[in-house]
Structure formats: structure tokens, C-alpha cells
């Protein structure tokens, strides 16, 4: 079945530093991928949609500047935290839907301290 | 506007014990459904979904949904519950339009009782 890897699965960094986190459909082509924010105890919200190729499209309240967005092939979308600071610790997950289900990645946890 | 309400934040049932868990959504149409469950730190695993034909569908693990329209809600059971099914547990809906987003509910927090 439809395969989608997040990588790194939890990672520490400092406050004002640049996290990096990949997304990649396995054994299927993704032209969209979305990518999620999950706080504590909370829900997953809908971040941004991620689009091969082109901008990606941001949810209302979310800051294009500081998560960053590149889809540069239909198997890899990421999505780069920058000037991470102590409130963005999250749990971020990305899904890619082959078709109308979606798959998602394993989530990655992000703390910063 | 879209959205998706899951009443029960917390739910307490004894191994063994059936489970219903409730979800409510508002939508311009009938949307795809689908429950998912997270394990503490853990990604989502889809346990079943809903995209049309038979109202009542099965999942993996022993669950089932049953999509009732003039409800608008997609609720998932269990007739035993195991102790091993203590999560979190996510309803969601995605788009019909082939954007394939997903709004998903609150959740509901599973807790199972020896």
C-alpha cells in the first residue's frame, strides 16, 4: 500500500535555529501534500497545502515566512521551521493523498528549548 | 462553515465493555469520512473510512462506522474493548472537491479499564 515517510521522527533545537522536516511519498507520486500542527492535547490543524512546483498555499493565520515550504519533486515536500522559537514545539505531521484517502506521515516532534 | 465535533473529549469503559464514540460533522455535501487513531507520540492509523454504498462499514482491529445521513454523523463501535485500544481516537472528513483536504475533529481520549 501507499507509503508516506517523515523524517526526523522527534528533534531538539535551539531557540532561533532552522528545523527541517521531510516528507516523502514511497511508491506513489504526490503532487499535494499537507502538512498539519498538532499541540498538545489538541487536534490536528491544517497548516498549509504543498504543491509540486509551485507556492504553497497557507491556512489563514499561519506565517509563510516562518514555515517554509518546498515541494521540488512529486516524492518530497518539506517544511522548514525557521527562527524556531519555545511556542512552535509541536507535533507536525504530513499527509499525501494518492487518491481521496490520505496517508500520513509518522509525525515529528519538534521541541524547542 | 466545515466542521467536525467529537462531544466526548474522555471516555472511561471496562475491558470488554462495548464502545461507541460519537462524531458529528456539518458539510456542504456528503464528504469522504474517516476515523484514524493516534497512540500516545504516535502518527495516525486509519481504521476505517466512508466514501459511499453501504452506510455501516468495518475496519481493521474489530471496529465499524455507520454513516447516517440525516444525522450527519459517522460514529465508530466496538462491541469488546480491549486494553490495547486505549488512544486517541480522530474523526475526520475530506473534501469531494479533489483538493483531499481533511478537517478532523477534537478527538476523543480512550481510556480502558482492566
Known amino acids: 500500500g501507499a507509503v508516506v515517510s517523515q523524517h526526523p521522527s522527534w528533534v531538539i533545537c535551539k531557540s532561533g535555529t532552522s528545523v527541517k522536516i521531510e516528507c516523502r511519498s514511497l511508491?506513489?507520486?504526490?503532487?499535494?501534500m499537507f502538512w498539519y500542527r498538532q499541540f498538545p492535547k489538541q487536534s490536528l490543524m491544517l497548516m498549509a497545502t504543498?504543491?509540486?512546483?509551485?507556492?504553497?498555499?497557507?491556512e489563514q493565520g499561519v506565517e509563510k515566512d516562518k514555515f517554509l515550504i518546498n515541494h521540488a519533486s512529486l516524492t518530497l515536500s518539506t517544511l522548514t521551521v525557521t527562527s524556531a522559537h519555545p511556542e512552535d514545539s509541536s507535533f507536525y505531521i504530513c499527509?499525501?493523498?494518492?487518491?481521496?484517502?490520505?496517508?500520513f506521515g509518522q509525525g515529528t516532534r519538534l521541541t524547542v528549548v | 462553515a466545515q466542521s467536525v465535533t467529537q462531544p466526548d473529549i474522555h471516555i472511561t469503559v471496562s475491558e470488554g465493555a462495548s464502545l461507541e464514540l460519537r462524531c458529528n460533522y456539518s458539510?456542504?455535501?456528503?464528504?469522504?469520512l474517516f476515523w484514524y487513531v493516534q497512540s500516545p507520540g504516535q502518527g495516525l492509523q486509519l481504521l476505517l473510512k466512508y466514501f459511499s454504498g453501504d452506510t455501516l462499514v468495518q475496519g481493521i482491529k474489530g471496529f465499524e462506522a455507520e454513516f447516517k445521513r440525516s444525522q450527519s454523523s459517522f460514529n465508530l463501535r466496538k462491541p469488546s474493548v480491549h486494553w490495547s485500544d486505549a488512544a486517541e481516537y480522530f474523526c475526520a472528513v475530506g473534501s469531494t472537491s479533489g483538493t483531499y483536504k481533511y478537517i478532523f475533529g477534537t478527538g476523543t481520549r480512550l481510556k480502558v479499564l482492566a
Open positions: 458539510y456542504g455535501a456528503t464528504p469522504y
Open positions: 511508491d506513489f507520486q504526490a503532487t499535494t
Open positions: 499527509s499525501a493523498p494518492p487518491r481521496a484517502e490520505a496517508f
Open positions: 504543498s504543491n509540486e512546483g509551485s507556492k504553497a498555499t497557507y
